[in-house]
């Protein structure tokens, strides 16, 4: 059995950035200027009814501005009468006179005011919707919602189930896009819906006690490998994000349709259940035009975006639930241990390559197949950070959860002259030659045995001077272990007598954006049968190896993370290097020789270190 | 020289554009041409769609309908 969910919301937005950002040239600031705000309404509207006319239920997320619009409020009732839309709250839109008033300041993100400023805020939102409509709303969102901010939401109105919570992979990317303009440094959370973490939003609850109490939903549904190489807001299943993307020809726009079918293809991956989500402000919209589209292409991509969804609700392949409703049913059969997994193929650039991503309570991670399968980005979510945002923390704009590899951040397989980047992956030696599975692209296929989700990838050739080697990499992902079991197969050779080194790796460091961190006080320690090692880290350029190795671990008490890595018998070595302040990495290993064929098999494992 | 104004549809810049910047341009009528506050780029409106056209030249899947997942 498979289920397609799809959430669409529309926001009655007063005074919409874009549109209000046009209106104002040449003009002094003024947020209420009736003009944009009949504008915005009427966008409002278009879009409700061009949702309806495909038979498509939405959720109607009131600003706080919106709350003083009486028109605004009465299409919210109508349309919640007539076709049974949720009435939410957003926490967007926030700015209006009566803002200004209360609270005194032009900050427009919910996230980045203090936490008291948090506090009177949210007080002041829900009730003013409570005064308008006569009951609390059970969804809420913004472009990110902080832990601390939804624990005070669920404190105060506990009947909150759902909230827009993050934007998938907006950060420096979104921010360079942006003519390093707009702050939402959001990188590092899962990119469908998930159950979230007390500590941290990012991460997915562990179990009861860490479920914060609401079902988080990412705004918009993205391309998984295009948005982490790319601005956010260029591909995903917002159509004008589409048309500022340029991803178009003529005026037809087939990368919609195939965004939301990558989506529906999740189920595969995820025992039947896969979903998407559409989220379009006014300010997409204008009538002015906007991403060099005039009004009717801003128009018919919305238009077309809407009907496929209404087609497949028609035949039966999508389910429209209002936000809460989604809620409710995300949380019936969901374990806290499920992980959300996808293996992700180029549908833009025309390539064959595939990534595969995997988020679980412990961790965040991608396979790269065009690097061999190289991990190229690798989140610890085991930590569940306690990293506050806003005016008066340590990271004030900083919401991003922090990496331990992000091989676009930090440089990956390919450097610059010296040093090394943040991946991980394997090398096969012989007699001085060496090859890094980065240099083999491949393909690669997913299946399940029972509770363990196996990423399987078609064999490489590697070509020595005098003989050729097939290598296969095999990934078993065992439910709620927070380990990845990486197998790497010799599984055959033109010199069966000659003798290959397998070297597992992975050179990590940590942060949030591409500038490195001070990995002063990381430990890097190996345990073996033969000994121990351990150094504190100091840019020396260190390195250390012991024979029968048990573990080989960094602790990185800036991210409090302990990153393991341990094999599963025999005689096999372990070792960590030390970086250098040119190449601020460390790199822990596990290798091992075989003659002819032969396989190395080891686990990768995230942990809180304290 | 009067100052330079929003252009018809919020022309952004076409070699901002390449490197994944969004950035408006500015439109000067005298000279009838775009203009951008961060490169040198200038031009008529045909270069910047020229540029623009050469932008999406890189997603090859940009007209192709794909349904096998």
């Given at each position: 059995m498979t289920t397609f969910y799809l959430n669409v919301i529309h926001r009655p937005e007063m005074v919409p950035e874009y549109l209000q950002k046009d209106a104002e040239e040449g003009k002094a600031e003024d947020v209420t200027r009736s003009d944009v705000i009949r504008e915005s309404l009427d966008i409002f509207r278009t879009q409700q009814r061009v949702a309806h006319d495909?038979?498509?239920?939405?959720?109607?997320?009131?600003?706080?501005?919106?709350?003083?619009?009486?028109?605004?409020?009465?299409?919210?009732?109508?349309?919640?009468?007539?076709?049974?839309d949720e009435i939410g709250s957003t926490f967007l839109g926030l700015?209006?006179?009566?803002?200004?008033?209360?609270?005194?300041?032009?900050?427009?993100?919910?996230?980045?005011?203090?936490?008291?400023?948090?506090?009177?805020?949210?007080?002041?939102?829900?009730?003013?919707?409570?005064?308008?409509?006569?009951?609390?709303?059970?969804?809420?969102?913004?472009?990110?919602?902080?832990?601390?901010?939804?624990?005070?939401?669920?404190?105060?109105?506990?009947?909150?189930?759902?909230?827009?919570?993050?934007?998938?992979?907006?950060?420096?990317?979104?921010?360079?896009?942006?003519?390093?303009?707009w702050y939402t440094l959001l990188d590092g959370g899962p990119w469908n819906p998930w159950i979230p973490s007390r500590r941290n939003i990012h991460c997915p609850a562990s179990d009861a006690d860490d479920d914060i109490g609401i079902v988080a939903i990412p705004h918009l549904s993205r391309d998984l490998m295009a948005v982490f190489d790319g601005p956010g807001s260029y591909y995903g299943t917002h159509?004008?994000?589409?048309?500022?993307?340029?991803?178009?020809?003529?005026?037809?726009?087939?990368?919609?349709?195939?965004?939301?079918?990558q989506y529906r293809a999740m189920a595969k991956y995820n025992r039947g259940y896969a979903y998407n989500m559409m989220f379009v402000g006014p300010g997409w919209m204008s009538k002015s035009g906007r991403w060099e589209a005039d009004y009717d292409f801003l128009l018919k991509s919305y238009e077309d975006g809407m009907a496929y969804y209404g087609q497949l609700k028609k035949e039966g392949k999508a389910v429209d639930l209002t936000m809460s409703e989604f809620a409710d049913a995300y949380r019936q059969d969901r374990a806290y241990s499920q992980p959300e997994v996808t293996l992700w193929k180029d549908i833009l650039y025309g390539s064959k390559r595939q990534q595969f991503w995997f988020a679980d309570p412990s961790m965040r991670f991608c396979l790269d197949m065009n690097l061999g399968?190289?991990?190229?980005?690798?989140?610890?979510?085991?930590?569940?950070?306690?990293?506050?945002?806003?005016?008066?923390?340590?990271?004030?704009?900083?919401?991003?959860?922090?990496?331990?590899?992000?091989?676009?951040?930090?440089?990956?397989?390919?450097?610059?002259?010296?040093?090394?980047?943040?991946?991980?992956?394997?090398?096969?030696?012989?007699?001085?030659?060496?090859?890094?599975?980065?240099?083999?692209?491949?393909?690669a296929s997913f299946s399940e045995d029972g509770d363990t989700r196996v990423v399987t990838l078609d064999p490489v050739e590697i070509e020595f001077e005098t003989f050729t080697i097939g290598v296969q990499s095999i990934f078993r992902l065992s439910e709620g272990t927070g380990e990845i079991e990486i197998t790497r197969k010799i599984v055959s050779s033109t010199d069966p007598s000659a003798e290959v080194s397998i070297d597992e790796y992975i050179t990590a460091c940590y942060g949030t954006t591409e500038y490195p961190e001070d990995l002063t006080g990381v430990k890097l320690k190996l345990k073996g049968k033969s000994g121990k090692e351990s150094i504190d880290y100091e840019y020396r350029c260190r390195g250390a190896a012991i024979d029968g190795i048990e573990s080989a671990e960094a602790i990185v008490p800036q991210v409090d993370t302990r990153l393991s890595m341990r094999p599963d018998a025999g005689d096999v070595t372990g070792y960590f290097r030390e970086g250098m302040a040119f190449s601020p990495m460390y790199t822990l290993g596990i290798k091992k020789t075989v003659q002819g064929t032969g396989e190395l098999r080891t686990w990768l494992r995230v942990e809180k270190a304290s | 020289m009067a100052q330079g104004r929003k252009g018809k549809l919020n022309y952004r810049c076409p070699r901002c554009l390449m490197r994944e910047i969004d950035m408006d341009m500015l439109f000067d009528a005298e000279k009838g041409e775009y203009y951008c506050l961060r490169c040198s780029f200038f031009g008529p409106e045909a270069e910047v769609l020229r540029v623009n056209a050469e932008f999406r030249d890189k997603y090859l899947d940009r007209a192709t309908r794909i349904t096998d997942f």
């Open positions: 495909n038979d498509i239920r939405t959720t109607i997320q009131m600003t706080y501005a919106s709350l003083f619009n009486e028109e605004a409020v009465a299409i919210a009732k109508a349309d919640h009468e007539k076709y049974g700015q209006c006179a009566q803002f200004r008033e209360k609270f005194a300041s032009k900050e427009l993100a919910i996230w980045l005011f203090s936490m008291e400023d948090k506090r009177r805020i949210v007080d002041e939102v829900f009730g003013k919707f409570a005064e308008v409509f006569g009951f609390l709303p059970t969804s809420t969102g913004s472009y990110y919602m902080d832990a601390e901010l939804v624990n005070y939401i669920k404190d105060r109105y506990p009947h909150v189930k759902a909230a827009v919570a993050t934007c998938w992979e907006e950060g420096p990317k979104a921010y360079h896009n942006a003519n390093n303009s159509p004008q994000n589409i048309l500022r993307g340029m991803v178009y020809e003529g005026r037809e726009i087939p990368y919609f349709m195939n965004i939301v079918d399968g190289a991990m190229i980005d690798l989140r610890p979510y085991a930590a569940k950070l306690i990293r506050p945002c806003g005016v008066g923390t340590k990271h004030i704009q900083d919401a991003s959860y922090p990496f331990l590899v992000q091989s676009l951040f930090r440089a990956g397989y390919f450097t610059h002259y010296a040093g090394e980047g943040a991946v991980k992956s394997c090398k096969f030696g012989h007699a001085g030659e060496e090859v890094d599975l980065c240099a083999c692209r491949t393909q | -």
